[in-house]
């Protein structure tokens, strides 16, 4: 049973949402072979998930937005710790990414005169997410799948039929092969039948998507256990930021079960206000001094908005993501929290009942089957969710391409696009960019070459570590998933203390040795624990990332609150942490945030420039953009 199936293609996508489908379609039009590998079920994936839309700076509702006020949106949102040529990139090539999709099919919901239409959502400055009601990532996928099939149909009738073109689904990939600094293959089992699988490829993209599964109150789904950066860590690849966690403010936060499932921002950009147990909106008190200029300091102003937003400022709802984040922490903490320790969204008392159900009928479906509450008529309760992590793996923004020839990555699994904190609805404009840049440059690398060579060796040693689980008698997987989750929520969660991190740090190497010897009983036939016992060395390598750039990072911005170091630090801002991994030991190094081009930042006033940056470097920006 421990035979291996044998594969080779040129370009191998390890991914299936809409990263790496984006990618394999790009990669196939190129002409090369491509095989797609997805955790779970073809068609199941984060993507699928995203409700809200994808950020693309059309100007299709106002006609003032176009891509560098998306790029500055993007920048303030990451608190310009943002890789500026990804941001810069993905602001200018967003609206051809949702353009060209109707050209694969989709149909995104319409204007009156029939343009795409666009919503309002936390940190754009202009309604910019391309929308279908709170499904659009179902359509995304959808589309981008049908695209697949259809190339599949073009190679049929070529004669090839899914030789060019193949996904395989339900399979996890365990290791990947490198020879020489490149990246040669990869390694995985079938989830259904435990069967090993070997596929040589000379370019590999990364698309596994994020590391939520670290936490216990979260919006991601069981895969999401950090399998892409742990790979590219041990093929030799960086991760940079990965202090930078993304608690979504809006988790359902009761019954029990349902605790952290995704409360779309849309509730809020259509309208929605957070308000205390005392019936108070209090997003008013928490607008920070940077962006005082932008976000009304009243109600009216803020409702005013909605009709009228070229002369009045955004509501203080609508502030980025980590901000509305600490404010419901704070009022919690405060005593002024729900009865299940969340805060009230309430839209019911704000919009028609027809509206809310036309605009929004995944959230009303949801809270009437998960909670029995009828959000036309009553308000929710939310509170924080682990959601997105900025950090990621390091790459080239240009061509997607690692610090490992051979080896490229898009979407969220990979780092620098967002900074410190992602704006909603840029992951899924990020992921068809990048997806598309990663496939035409992965099927440039793979040009001509033959196959790569895997070894009987190095297949042996990933079989061999793929069922060590088997042969301990050790710890149970669950229990250990469940201690990570404990220790991450507890100490490097929303509201981070140095003492507290190092208190991580040492509980999570503790359990280093635990997760060594983590069992697994049964057959290799959809086997949970075993999956999980394999997972729980990426979850870990993660953690212990996080965990180490978080305490290294002794001020508060974005994705990262240090209550013992609050506010930004300019020179902070300079800083990338950049984590390796050396005889399996996680080791952090800084590197430089390279400066923006003066183009770019003459896109801003200096007086913006000051709150983040030193004086020498908005100076001399302003002298060398005169
Ligand atoms: P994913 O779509 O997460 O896909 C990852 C793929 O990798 C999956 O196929 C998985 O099975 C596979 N995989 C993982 N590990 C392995 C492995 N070891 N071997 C093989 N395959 C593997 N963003 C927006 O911009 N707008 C929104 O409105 C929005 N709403 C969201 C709502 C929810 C509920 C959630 C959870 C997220 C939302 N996001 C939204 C974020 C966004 O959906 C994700 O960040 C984005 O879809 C990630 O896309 P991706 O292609 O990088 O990865």
């Not at 005392?278 to 009304?296: C, H, L, N, S």
């Not at 909670?371 to 009553?378: S, Y």
């Not at 060594?516 to 049964?522: F, L, Q, T």
Request: one cysteine or more; hydrophobic letters at 40%.
């Amino acid at each position: 049973m421990n035979e291996v199936e044998h594969l080779s293609c040129d370009v191998l996508v390890i991914g299936a949402g809409g990263a790496g489908l984006r990618a394999a379609v790009e990669a196939r039009l190129a002409g090369k072979s491509v095989i797609v590998i997805s955790k779970s079920l073809f068609g199941k994936a984060h993507t699928v998930m995203a409700e809200g839309g994808a950020a693309a700076a059309m100007g299709n509702v106002n006609s003032n937005d176009n891509w560098q006020v998306h790029f500055r949106d993007t920048m303030r949102g990451g608190k310009f710790l943002n890789n500026y040529r990804m941001a810069e990139l993905h602001a200018r090539e967003a609206p051809d990414r949702i353009w060209e999709l109707e050209t694969y099919g989709a149909l995104f919901d319409r204007t009156a005169d029939g343009k795409i239409s666009q919503r309002n959502f936390g940190g754009h400055e202009y309604p910019r997410l391309a929308h279908v009601g709170d499904r659009t990532g179902l359509e995304l996928i959808r589309t981008l799948q049908q695209k697949l099939v259809s190339l599949q149909q073009d190679d049929e009738a070529a004669g090839e039929g899914e030789d060019k073109l193949q996904v395989i689904d339900e399979t996890t990939i365990t290791e990947l092969f490198t020879a020489g600094g490149a990246v040669k293959g990869a390694f995985g089992y079938r989830r259904g039948t435990g069967r090993f699988m070997a596929i040589a490829a000379p370019s590999i993209v990364l698309a596994t998507g994020g590391i939520g599964r670290s936490f216990k109150v979260t919006s991601n789904s069981w895969e999401y256990t950090g399998d892409g950066h742990a790979l590219a860590l041990r093929a030799g690849a960086k991760l940079i930021n990965m202090e930078f966690i993304q608690f979504h403010p809006t988790g359902m936060v009761w019954p029990p079960s349902v605790r952290g499932i995704l409360v779309t921002e849309s509730v809020r950009g259509d309208g929605g206000v957070l308000k205390n147990s005392e019936g108070k909106r209090f997003m008013f008190d928490y607008i920070p001094e940077v962006f005082k200029a932008q976000y009304a300091d009243n109600p009216d102003e803020a409702d005013r908005w909605y009709t009228d937003p070229d002369q009045n400022r955004r509501p203080p709802e609508l502030l980025p993501r980590d901000e509305v984040a600490r404010a419901i922490n704070s009022e919690v903490k405060a005593g002024r929290g729900t009865e299940h320790g969340g805060v009230y969204l309430d839209i019911a008392s704000r919009r028609s009942a027809e509206y809310i159900r036309e605009r929004l009928p995944s959230m009303h479906h949801q809270f009437k089957e998960l909670a029995d509450v009828d959000i036309t008529a009553e308000p929710m309760e939310v509170g924080p969710t682990c959601h997105y992590i900025m950090g990621g793996i390091e790459v080239d923004a240009d061509t997607a391409a690692s610090a490992v020839t051979g080896l490229f990555a898009a979407g969220e699994v990979s780092g620098g696009m967002h900074g410190s904190n992602r704006l909603g609805g840029n992951s899924l404009s990020d992921l068809l960019v990048f997806g598309k840049r990663a496939g035409q440059h992965a099927a440039a690398h793979a040009g001509a070459s033959e196959p790569p060579k895997l070894t009987a060796a190095e297949i042996d040693a990933a079989t061999e570590e793929a069922l060590r689980p088997f042969g301990n008698d050790g710890e149970n997987p669950f229990a250990l998933q469940s201690a990570m989750q404990a220790i991450n929520g507890r100490l490097v969660g929303i509201i981070r203390r140095a003492g507290e991190l190092e208190e991580a740090l040492t509980e999570l190497a503790a359990l280093k040795d635990r997760i060594a010897n983590v069992s697994a009983s049964g057959g290799r036939a959809y086997n949970p624990g075993w999956h999980l016992a394999l997972d729980l060395r990426n979850m870990y390598v993660c953690s212990v990332a996080t965990a180490m750039a978080a305490l290294e990072r002794d001020e508060s911005r974005g994705g990262h609150t240090r209550e013992d170091a609050p506010g930004m630090n300019p020179q902070w801002r300079k800083v990338n942490l950049v984590a390796s991994l050396e005889d399996e030991e996680v080791r952090l190094t800084r590197r430089a945030v390279p400066s923006m081009t003066p183009e770019l930042l003459g896109l801003f006033e200096t007086s913006e420039l000051s709150k983040y940056m030193t004086p020498e470097e908005y100076q001399s920006s302003t002298e060398s953009s005169t």
